[in-house]
């Protein structure tokens, strides 16, 4: 970084309802020397807190106050080098803050909203960013919907058209889910691919969504141009128990909260509106009965039942695997053992929600195994 | 998929997406098909304000024009219970259950417990409550505590249009008699509400807001009130943690002593008049189990014990305001030992 060079630390913006967040504390002193995506403040949205990591290595030069609000591409921090001049920094901050126009309502308003797709007679929601490219497809975990993407899917949409779909029985979509097995929500997404005529697709699988985007890739590879798994079931036998009884069960904030704090390495990150959020879908009717189903397809005695491990043996295309190292739902350990030439990523002291924990870090490698690709 | 209702057309939805899941559902009442006798739905208002209407054209004779004899009516929703509908009675307002009190009080609310456990009385009785409208001492009041009071009743009181629909969804559910409490000044309160059924368990408050300095407890139309104190006091540094009770009977207990022991300092706001009323109620049960983590005494916004006055000056002293209540939360942010 040259002196001259001076990098803005924004507010990021966050799923397409945030405008703003509170700075709740810096994790590191003004003047520290920071690294290209070290964690440097924590910030709350009225859905989450969730820290921003460092666009740029250098030194922290100044700080928005704690406490502040901040609207989304906001001045948070200056990173610059140690002996660019104080006045310079200032300057900086002052000409950053006098051409900076926070988004208006109506800007808010004209941004893409999640549609929907008629589907072997269900209904499925879904939210596309980018145009053009390979698409990208998110699918994400048991219990969880698009919005498990908040951090992930504009940053991966640059370039390309990426999808993220809520999957049967899942946040907006219907409920039924047939038998409840990863085939038939992976028969599902190729619907879903079909219905939207999308050409072979990089596939992005969380958790739940990783044995079904890999189901996909072992069934129909001409669909599938690349896989990438993030904390996948299927490659082993441990998952955490009493979580998936207890995430079907749950009626109450008491007794979701614990659920949902195991899935993060940081408990904190489990704000009360992420809880009331999650409460909120669990309570339509319906959804009990279609995580029961799937619930007891995917576990026996405690034991995981499905295997992907075939799907991925001869699954002939690029395969990513992504684990947080901290991952209390399903080790990290099972990320061992696979097919030669998979990219394998483990990330320290991140739980099983990485793309939330660690977007910034799972973005860059997500969005390099989409890029690197030789067009075919 | 969620849009904007009013809390009047939450209600109207969570009956009609009952009525049509289960045939055994019917209500009755008071003008709730409504009309003056003429033929046909289009002479049917439902119900005095609308929120029965166009329930008649869908469901016929499923909704019961009744006399004006509550004690007949509600007995017979009562009885229809016990033998198998599940029938939503409106009490038009909860101020004339004087002439129907046997039928709830020593009657619903007891049929499980006398008949060993085995008798259930899955009957709804929705009613108006609440000042503000001009409406006198006879069409005012906030009798809740009564019926909170009564060992086998369950006490619903929703404040958002979100938990109208899903709280009177589980009331109309429940195998046990439910008193639905709707505030007048509440049927216009717009939000989000989702278009699919949902429930939502009774005995779950909800923190609307969250703060560390000051507790502010409340029920019904007050939860507003509180939550414009709270924006008030943000602004002088005082943070309010804002629970909504939601239902009175099963009570919530953790919420309120979770929040008690956050802030130590609690105010409880209540619409109804002081003696014997869930205000006091909730000051006994924090004062009982968590009195070590108090640093100021309890404070309890109500109305004083008075019928509520006709006078349109007298009734606006008469309710807690948001100004009353902010009042209160600074005597009490500002108490020191």
Known sequence: ?376 | MARTLTLLQAINEALDQEMERDSSVILMGEDIVGGSGAEGEMDAWGGPLGVTKGLYAKYGDRLLDTPITESAFIGAAVGAAASGLRPVAELMFSDFVGVCFDQIYNQAAKFRYMFGGRAETPVVVRTMYGAGLRAAAQHSQSPYSIFTHVPGLKCVMPVTPYDAKGLLIQAIRDNDPVIFFEHKGLYETEGEVPEQSYSIPFGEANVVREGDDVSIISLGLMVHRSLAAAETLAGEGIQCEVVDLRTTSPLDEDTVLESAENTGRMVVVDEAPPRCSVATDISALVAQHAFDALEAPITLVTAPHTPVPFAGVLEDQYMPDAARIAAAVRRVAGYAQ
């Open chain 1, 1 to 376: 970084m040259s002196a001259s060079d001076l990098r803005a630390l924004v507010m990021p913006k966050w799923g397409l309802t945030m405008t703003e967040a509170v700075v709740v504390k810096w994790l590191v002193d003004e003047g520290a020397d920071v690294e290209l995506g070290a964690e440097l403040v924590d910030v709350e949205t009225e859905k989450i807190l969730s820290a921003v990591e460092s666009p740029a290595s250098g030194a922290l030069r100044w700080r928005a106050a704690e406490g502040s609000t901040i609207p989304v591409g906001g001045l948070l921090g200056v990173i610059a080098d140690a002996d660019v001049p104080d006045d310079a920094i200032v300057g900086f901050a002052a000409t950053f803050e006098a051409e900076f126009t926070p988004e208006t309502e109506a800007v808010a308003g004209d941004e893409p909203s999640p549609q929907r797709v008629e589907v072997d007679g269900r209904s499925l929601r879904y939210l596309k960013l980018g145009e053009g490219g390979e698409p990208v497809v998110l699918v994400h975990g048991f219990g969880g919907d698009l919005n498990n993407w908040l951090f992930n899917h504009e940053a991966l949409s640059a370039q390309r058209a990426v999808y993220a779909l809520d999957l049967p029985g899942h946040g907006e979509s219907s409920t039924n889910v047939g038998d409840g097995t990863v085939a038939t929500l992976a028969q599902a997404v190729a619907d879903f691919m079909d219905a939207l005529d999308l050409p072979p697709a990089h596939l992005v699988g969380h958790s739940l969504g990783g044995a079904i985007a890999a189901e996909l890739a072992g069934t129909a590879p001409d669909r599938v141009r690349s896989l990438s798994l993030i904390a996948s079931v299927g490659l082993g036998g441990e998952l955490l128990a009493g979580f998936l009884d207890g995430f079907v069960t749950a009626r109450r904030r008491r007794q979701i909260k614990p659920v949902l704090e195991a899935l993060f390495a940081d408990p904190a990150l489990v704000t009360r509106r992420l809880v009331n959020d999650v409460l909120q879908y669990k309570r339509l009717d319906g959804v009990e009965d279609a995580l029961g189903a799937i619930a007891r397809n995917l576990v026996t005695d405690g034991q995981q039942t499905v295997s992907i491990r075939e799907c991925l043996a001869t699954y002939p295309g690029p395969t990513l695997v992504i684990w947080g190292a901290a991952d209390q739902i399903v080790p990290a350990s099972h990320a061992a053992g696979l097919p030669e030439g998979t990219h394998v990523e483990v990330i320290e002291a991140v739980g099983h929600m990485p793309m939330m924990e660690a977007s910034l870090r799972v973005n860059q490698v997500l969005g390099a195994h989409v890029q690197e690709l030789p067009i075919p």
